[in-house]
């Protein structure tokens, strides 16, 4: 009998990581090239959140019957959702989705659930209950501009990447320095992606003009769709700086606003295509750490077609 000894080949799971900065076209993109062929895995870290609809930019009733979304409205504003559980849950959906016949499309813009799925976590120490709270309580008495001063002081390069209003990331970093003396970061991540799924990475970029002018529009759309009207419903639930999902951009303007009661509500909306566009400009210097990414104009659908098309990904499924 004649032996078969040729080597059987695995073929490993592929998913698309589309992200890009805030208001760059995401959604666009996804329902003109995904509403048939893919299972979207939500990678915004507010989008998790129930009630922060409107700040957070959900994707609207339309694309969520278009398109089966995960990892939104998992958590209440007022529960802790991190990096490592976003992890945990996108690497037990994605063989799911597969299994299911759809693509796994990972997208949003936040980069470091993004970084630690494709690359895998940091070596930095976990997190030690003591230190949090003896963090916390200072903040708490100094304040979360403070926080994030001394953060520049001790790991100037982690401040440059979080935003000074995430106070969870901000108290996070002074922690790791705390504990271990280093600056979180130090600590490592891999320089190549992971080996056991095949990530096609995708970056929306556009020119900074034209992505200044639609935060402003779309900031101006979220006022006129609600957003203070939602701000005083979380207010009246109780909402607060302790909230971890208050830290985001869209409503840590109205906190500031509370505690000081001198901004009017043109000047938190000011305040806040400010914030986002210094944000954008943060994102994308993340983004461009992404050695293995792709950048494209979202208006460039041929080109992002035909490259998923180069890569195995069919907009109509997953070609063989």
């Not at 695995?10 to 805030?22: M, N, R, W, Y």
């Not at 209440?76 to 959702?81: C, F, G, K, V």
């Not at 806040?272 to 993340?286: C, D, E, L, N, V």
Request: hydrophobic content about 40%.
């Amino acid at each position: 009998m004649r032996l078969n000894t040729q080597k059987r080949v695995v073929q490993k799971s592929k998913a698309v990581v589309l992200f890009g900065p805030t208001a760059v076209g995401k959604t666009g993109m996804t329902e003109t090239l995904f509403s048939r062929s893919a299972e979207i895995i939500n990678a915004d870290s507010v989008q998790v959140y129930r009630g922060l609809d409107i700040g957070s930019a959900k994707p609207d009733e339309h694309l969520r019957k278009l398109i089966r979304h995960h990892l939104i409205d998992i958590r209440d504003p007022w529960e802790q959702y991190t990096a490592g559980d976003f992890v945990r849950d996108a690497e037990s959906l994605i063989p799911e989705i597969i299994e299911r016949g759809k693509v796994p499309l990972v997208t949003g813009g936040t980069g470091y659930y993004i970084k630690q799925l494709v690359y895998g976590p940091s070596s930095a120490p976990p997190s030690d209950n003591a230190v949090r709270e003896a963090v916390k309580a200072e903040i708490e008495e100094k304040g979360s501009a403070w926080a994030w001063e001394y953060l520049a002081e001790v790991d100037p390069v982690s401040a440059e990447r979080i935003n000074p209003n995430d106070v969870y990331r901000v108290s996070r970093a002074i922690e790791v320095y705390r504990i271990s003396g280093r600056a979180l970061s130090s600590y490592p991540v891999s320089a190549s992606p992971r080996t056991d799924i095949d990530f096609i990475l995708i970056c929306l970029v556009r020119d900074k003009s034209e992505l200044d002018k639609r935060i402003a529009m779309r900031v101006d759309q979220m006022f006129d769709m609600g957003l203070y009207d939602e701000i005083k419903r979380l207010f009246r639930s109780g909402a607060s700086r302790d909230w971890p999902g208050m830290h985001a951009i869209g409503y840590q303007e109205f906190l500031d606003a509370a505690e000081t009661g001198e901004a009017s509500v043109r000047t938190i909306k000011e305040d806040i295509i400010r914030a986002s566009m210094q944000y954008a400009k943060r994102q994308m210097t993340f983004f461009r750490s992404f050695a293995t990414c792709r950048f494209f104009h979202p208006d460039d659908l041929d080109g992002l077609s035909d490259y998923l098309a180069f890569n195995g990904i069919g907009i109509d499924g997953f070609r063989t």
